[in-house]
Each structure stands twice: as structure tokens, then as C-alpha cells.
């Protein structure tokens, strides 16, 4: 993904994220209805203002209800659909970071843990490694995309 359009991404996925929370927490739970429109209205203005050919979302409400929402077009001129992927690159280390606090948080695991307490059979990487250096990038472990026998194993 080129660097423009990346710097076009991540301001439209901050203000739909703001966005969503702001909806969510401001209408009346029983009002599902007017919620999915106001975000499904979040996606449609949102690529006209960022300038993005087409954005999906999902929102999981309270009672396990899912509402997915879309706008835009794919490629040429396929329209997006809920089910498509996407190549999310490097959002998902916001993600895992989450989710890895709160499960600090809980006390389910030390940011201190060593790598190897919870992925035992990690190759290559000497178990000093700690979850905290994981998450900001002082681990030392290498690129290993290219190394094909990280991927037969």
C-alpha cells in the first residue's frame, strides 16, 4: 500500500472509530434502527470527506446483534460488499496491543512474561524476549517473511 493512501486511511478510520462510539454511547439502546442509520450515514459521508474509494465496518451491539455496514465501490466499479477482504496492514498492532493490556490489565499475564511462557514453540528466538518488548518493537526478532522454513513448519 503506498504511503498516500495510508495517510488517506488512517484519518477516515480514527473519525469513524470517534464516530461510532460517539453514536453508540449518545442514542437509546432501544433505538437500533436509528443507530444503524446514523452509521451507516457515518460511511457514506465519510468517503466523500476522506477521499477513500470504499470502507466497511462492523459493530457488535450488547445483545450479540452485528451490524455491518459498507460504502463505496471495491475496484472499478464493484460495489463494496460486507463479506469482502481487506488488507488491513499495520492496524492490527493497535489491536493486539489492546487486547494484550487488558489482558495485563486483568492480571492474566505480565507485560514481563517471557515470549516463550506463551509461545513455547517460537523458533529462532531466545526466551529473554518479553511481551512488553513485543509491543514496542525492542524484541530483536528479524523480519521472517522471506525465510521459507518459518512457513513449512
Known amino acids: 500500500m503506498h504511503c498516500n493512501m495510508k495517510l488517506k486511511i488512517f484519518p477516515l478510520a480514527i473519525v469513524l472509530f470517534i464516530t461510532f462510539l460517539f453514536i453508540l454511547t449518545s442514542c437509546s439502546y432501544g433505538d437500533k434502527n436509528s443507530i444503524e442509520e446514523k452509521l451507516q450515514k457515518v460511511l457514506d459521508d465519510g468517503i466523500s470527506k476522506y477521499d477513500v474509494r470504499g470502507v466497511s465496518a462492523a459493530v457488535i451491539f450488547p445483545d450479540q446483534k452485528v451490524w455491518k455496514g459498507?460504502?463505496?465501490?471495491?475496484?472499478?466499479?464493484?460495489?463494496?460488499?460486507?463479506?469482502?477482504?481487506?488488507?488491513?496492514?499495520?492496524?492490527?498492532?493497535?489491536?493486539?496491543?489492546?487486547?494484550?493490556?487488558?489482558?495485563?490489565?486483568?492480571?492474566?499475564?505480565?507485560?514481563?512474561?517471557?515470549?516463550?511462557?506463551?509461545?513455547?514453540?517460537?523458533?529462532?528466538?531466545?526466551?529473554?524476549?518479553?511481551?512488553?518488548?513485543?509491543?514496542?518493537?525492542?524484541?530483536?526478532?528479524?523480519?521472517?517473511?522471506?525465510?521459507?522454513e518459518i512457513w513449512d513448519d
Open 70 to 148: 459498507v460504502s463505496g465501490t471495491s475496484y472499478d466499479t464493484v460495489s463494496m460488499k460486507s463479506d469482502m477482504l481487506f488488507a488491513i496492514g499495520s492496524i492490527t498492532k493497535n489491536i493486539v496491543a489492546t487486547l494484550t493490556l487488558k489482558l495485563a490489565e486483568e492480571g492474566m499475564l505480565s507485560l514481563d512474561d517471557p515470549l516463550s511462557k506463551w509461545l513455547p514453540r517460537y523458533l529462532y528466538v531466545d526466551n529473554t524476549i518479553t511481551i512488553r518488548q513485543l509491543l514496542n518493537h525492542t524484541s530483536g526478532i528479524y523480519m521472517f517473511w522471506d525465510n521459507q
